[in-house]
């Protein structure tokens, strides 16, 4: 049964519990309201909570544990001689899987039976065959134990599925018989009910969190693994970035220090760019401009925040990167030769610096808008100019928001892929030349992981100790900044 009809069917039987629990508490109190403990609304919800509840955090439950059991059962049957030299046992259950929809595609579209299917004695030539003519993505030979393994994950998967519909759907009606058997006279659904709401509330914000240290778990471990396999001095300090897939990394360089400066440095174009136009915007817009102005220039500037950045990468292309050279090229308008191609630093950096201000301006706006009336008034009375109180007096109070809005434009920089790759070019350099090519963290993090890699490689695990250095970067800026924060900021009684 599909999952969606399965959650259907959920909240079918707790909307007929949630009608069911009201009419039988009005029904115990003889149609009297007032003689209950808690509304028969409440009662109802008491039903619907109790039935609904359960029901889907057990199915969320058995939706994240069936395919770790199924896995771990398919992968032991999977002998060392199917694991294909330049595979890994990943990528062989991924065939795996790709076979067993196979199997499910075929039956569905009547080239082969059930019973086909599940016959052992087929031909493995000749099930690849069938496959393929129902449109199956297989490789170009599935083996005899791979295809075993198919139909032992096709086995497991629907008898699973088959389980979990009837546990589901049993915990739904188990759920609701119990609150409808508690909606009488002196029950006190209210206080269950919002007790049942805060924990709701409580776990919804406990998702960020959890998913938070999933994110950080995941790229630590894989991250360890990777220094297994490569030195660690080597990634820190090497100069050089030059990937090889021919021989288990053995003549890679992956010195990730040429691409941190990248990103470094793009960001850093990119905010000197972003920052004083994003906030004089956003200081023009909430002290001088008027109702009629801002109702239209605030609108405008953020339909920036809604361009892709693909978009905002083709025109780093296309338009960005031809100026500069006509600008800064041999035979442009200065004289100079100092771009030599439209990839470079200073073409990412300016269009990516176009594409922040929207963050920095529209959250600065709205920080210095929130900043008190009565301490500007009180400026005016000591005879302090619009300026001057715009400098003295709303800016370091509006300081802590503005630096937040810094911080997440420039995480917003530093976390860029398509700009980067367009406008920037794929060289892994150290340079103080913005009008050269080069490249950031997050681009060779995609080059690394396109295509089916194996993830046994240090070329592929790299990635994930890209992604921990980001991190560790973008946390260290959240450090700076609450201490700027902190000790610069004005305080106000």
């Given at each position: 049964?599909?999952?969606?009809?399965?959650?259907?069917?959920?909240?079918?039987?707790?909307?007929?519990?949630?009608?069911?629990?009201?009419?039988?508490?009005?029904?115990?109190?003889?149609?009297?309201?007032?003689?209950?403990?808690?509304?028969?609304?409440?009662?109802?919800?008491?039903?619907?909570?109790?039935?609904?509840?359960?029901?889907?955090?057990?199915?969320?439950?058995?939706?994240?544990?069936?395919?770790?059991?199924?896995?771990?059962?398919?992968?032991?049957?999977?002998?060392?001689?199917?694991?294909?030299?330049?595979?890994?046992?990943?990528?062989?259950?991924?065939?795996?899987?790709?076979?067993?929809r196979g199997l499910d595609l075929a039956v569905e579209k009547g080239l082969m039976d059930e019973e086909f299917a599940r016959d052992a004695g087929v031909d493995p030539a000749d099930m690849t065959a069938r496959l393929r003519d129902s449109g199956a993505v297989v490789t170009s030979a599935v083996t005899a134990p791979v295809l075993e393994a198919a139909r032992k994950f096709r086995a497991l998967d629907a008898a699973g599925g088959r389980f979990m519909a009837a546990?589901?759907?049993?915990?739904?009606?188990?759920?609701?018989?119990?609150?409808?058997?508690?909606?009488?006279?002196?029950?006190?659904?209210?206080?269950?009910?919002?007790?049942?709401?805060?924990?709701?509330?409580?776990?919804?914000?406990?998702?960020?969190?959890?998913?938070?240290?999933?994110?950080?778990?995941?790229?630590?471990?894989?991250?360890?693994?990777?220094?297994?396999?490569?030195?660690?001095?080597?990634?820190?300090?090497?100069?050089?970035?030059?990937?090889?897939?021919?021989?288990?990394?053995?003549?890679?360089?992956?010195?990730?220090?040429?691409?941190?400066?990248?990103?470094?440095?793009?960001?850093?174009?990119?905010?000197?760019?972003?920052?004083?136009?994003?906030?004089?915007?956003?200081?023009?817009?909430?002290?001088?401009?008027?109702?009629?102005?801002?109702?239209?220039?605030?609108?405008?500037?953020?339909?920036?925040?809604?361009?892709?950045?693909?978009?905002?990468?083709?025109?780093?292309?296309?338009?960005?990167?031809?100026?500069?050279?006509?600008?800064?090229?041999?035979?442009?308008?200065?004289?100079?030769?100092?771009?030599?191609?439209?990839?470079?630093?200073?073409?990412?950096?300016?269009?990516?610096?176009?594409?922040?201000?929207?963050?920095?301006?529209?959250?600065?706006?709205?920080?210095?808008?929130?900043?008190?009336?009565?301490?500007?008034?009180?400026?005016?009375?000591?005879?302090?100019?619009?300026?001057?109180?715009?400098?003295?007096?709303?800016?370091?109070?509006?300081?802590?928001?503005?630096?937040?809005?810094?911080?997440?434009?420039?995480?917003?920089?530093?976390?860029?892929?398509?700009?980067?790759?367009?406008?920037?070019?794929?060289?892994?350099?150290?340079?103080?030349?913005?009008?050269?090519?080069?490249?950031?963290?997050?681009?060779?993090?995609?080059?690394?992981?396109?295509?089916?890699?194996?993830?046994?490689?240090?070329?592929?695990?790299?990635?994930?100790?890209?992604?921990?250095?980001?991190?560790?970067?973008?946390?260290?800026?959240?450090?700076?900044?609450?201490?700027?924060?902190?000790?610069?900021?004005?305080?106000?009684?």
């Open positions: 049964m599909p999952t969606i009809w399965l959650i259907l069917i959920v909240l079918a039987v707790a909307a007929a519990g949630y009608a069911a629990g009201r009419g039988r508490a009005l029904r115990g109190v003889g149609g009297e309201g007032r003689s209950l403990h808690s509304t028969p609304a409440y009662h109802g919800a008491n039903v619907a909570m109790k039935s609904a509840g359960p029901a889907l955090l057990l199915l969320a439950v058995w939706l994240a544990a069936q395919p770790v059991y199924v896995n771990g059962i398919v992968s032991a049957m999977i002998p060392d001689s199917a694991v294909r030299d330049g595979t890994s046992l990943e990528l062989t259950l991924a065939e795996v899987r790709r076979t067993a546990a589901v759907v049993a915990a739904a009606v188990l759920g609701a018989l119990w609150g409808i058997g508690q909606a009488r006279k002196g029950f006190r659904a209210r206080n269950v009910v919002e007790r049942g709401i805060e924990a709701a509330l409580i776990a919804a914000a406990s998702i960020a969190i959890l998913t938070t240290l999933g994110i950080v778990l995941s790229l630590l471990f894989n991250t360890v693994e990777f220094f297994g396999l490569y030195p660690a001095h080597e990634f820190f300090f090497g100069t050089s970035w030059a990937p090889s897939f021919s021989g288990r990394g053995g003549s890679s360089e992956l010195g990730v220090p040429p691409l941190l400066w990248g990103t470094l440095y793009i960001s850093l174009v990119a905010l000197l760019v972003a920052v004083p136009i994003g906030l004089f915007s956003a200081i023009y817009l909430s002290e001088y401009a008027g109702s009629g102005v801002r109702s239209v220039a605030k609108p405008m500037l953020e339909v920036l925040a809604g361009i892709p950045t693909i978009v905002y990468g083709l025109f780093a292309l296309l338009t960005v990167g031809p100026l500069l050279v006509d600008v800064f090229g041999e035979g442009g308008l200065l004289g100079v030769s100092w771009q030599g191609g439209g990839r470079s630093v200073m073409t990412a950096g300016l269009v990516m610096g176009v594409m922040l201000i929207p963050f920095v301006s529209s959250l600065s706006d709205d920080i210095i808008r929130a900043v008190p009336r009565a301490m500007r008034d009180g400026s005016y009375g000591l005879g302090a100019t619009r300026s001057e109180t715009i400098k003295r007096v709303v800016l370091p109070a509006a300081l802590p928001g503005i630096v937040g809005a810094v911080l997440l434009a420039a995480s917003r920089a530093i976390g860029e892929t398509m700009i980067v790759v367009l406008g920037a070019g794929a060289a892994a350099r150290l340079s103080l030349n913005p009008f050269e090519a080069m490249t950031t963290v997050t681009a060779k993090i995609v080059s690394q992981l396109t295509g089916d890699s194996d993830f046994a490689s240090p070329e592929a695990l790299v990635a994930f100790a890209l992604g921990m250095t980001l991190f560790v970067i973008t946390l260290a800026l959240n450090v700076f900044a609450l201490y700027i924060v902190r000790n610069y900021r004005e305080q106000y009684e």
